[in-house]
Nanobody
Framework: VQLVESGGGSVQPGGSLTLSCAAS????????GGWYRQAPEKQREVVAR???????TYADSVKGRFTISTDNAKNMVYLQMNNLKPEDTAVYYC?????????????WGQGTQVTVSS
């Protein structure tokens, strides 16, 4: 199983980006998906998560600006980011708990850089 992120880049404050995460391989089901980020010299932190039932949680710093969504038919996880701020600058990682046969594993993508700067 592999997770590949895309959609990162550079944007001015107030701008928007949409991150995509594509899961591929031997996938029975995606039990939950989420996005994390890590800024330079900081620990990785959770940004948003979504369960297979559709429940979502967000970091307080992104509530009202970011939206996580999934397309289960395509094994995709998205993060719509609006009104971006310089403090959102970080490497963003996709994470998913994926069931392969009887076993569920946690998988990570390689990360995609998001830079918010004027």
């Amino acid at each position: 199983v592999q997770l590949v992120e895309s959609g990162g880049g550079s944007v001015q404050p107030g701008g928007s980006l949409t991150l995509s995460c594509a899961a591929s391989g031997s996938i029975s089901s995606i039990n939950s998906g989420g996005w994390y980020r890590q800024a330079p010299e900081k620990q990785r932190e959770v940004v948003a998560r979504m369960t297979s039932g559709g429940s979502t949680t967000y970091a307080d710093s992104v509530k009202g600006r970011f939206t996580i969504s999934t397309d289960n038919a395509k094994n995709m996880v998205y993060l719509q980011m609006n009104n971006l701020k310089p403090e959102d600058t970080a490497v963003y990682y996709c994470n998913a708990f994926i069931q392969t046969g009887p076993i569920t594993y946690s998988y990570w993508g390689q990360g995609t850089q998001v830079t918010v700067s004027s």
